[in-house]
Nanobody, 127 residues
Framework: QVQLVESGGGLVQPGGSLRLSCTAS????????IGWFRQAPGKEREGVSC????????YYPDSVKGRFTISRDNAKNTVYLQMNSLKPEDTAVYYC????????????????????WGQGAQVTVSS
């Protein structure tokens, strides 16, 4: 069974940090572009990061650039999203997604379809 499972969400104060994990089972992430997305209540889904399968290159939109870092550990079949300097506007449910049809990540890819999705992890930034 193909499955992605996120973990590491929670409540953090503004300025704090969290690390989200996305672990795959039933398939290997080695050949997939992995994306992290978030959706806040009443807002559209937003892609916040992705990592390429081909060369490990990454992409971040301006809203999180310099604060979020995506990394992958193929040996553990896991992708991480390190989130620093968190702001209240980062509050959302965060999802990871994977697809083998992409080779490089980009803003365009983050707007595309991903075939496998996790169940989501709540991140709340509040004092």
């Amino acid at each position: 069974q193909v499955q992605l499972v996120e973990s590491g969400g929670g409540l953090v104060q503004p300025g704090g940090s969290l690390r989200l994990s996305c672990t795959a089972s039933g398939f290997t992430l080695d050949y997939s572009v992995i994306g992290w997305f978030r959706q806040a209540p009443g807002k559209e889904r937003e892609g916040v990061s992705c990592v390429s399968s081909s060369d490990g290159s990454t992409y971040y939109p301006d809203s999180v650039k310099g604060r979020f870092t995506i990394s992958r550990d193929n040996a553990k079949n896991t992708v991480y999203l390190q989130m620093n300097s968190l702001k209240p506007e980062d509050t959302a449910v965060y999802y990871c997604a994977a697809d083998v049809k992409y080779y490089y990540c980009s803003a365009y890819v983050l707007l595309g379809d991903f075939s496998s999705w996790g169940q989501g992890a709540q991140v709340t930034v509040s004092s």
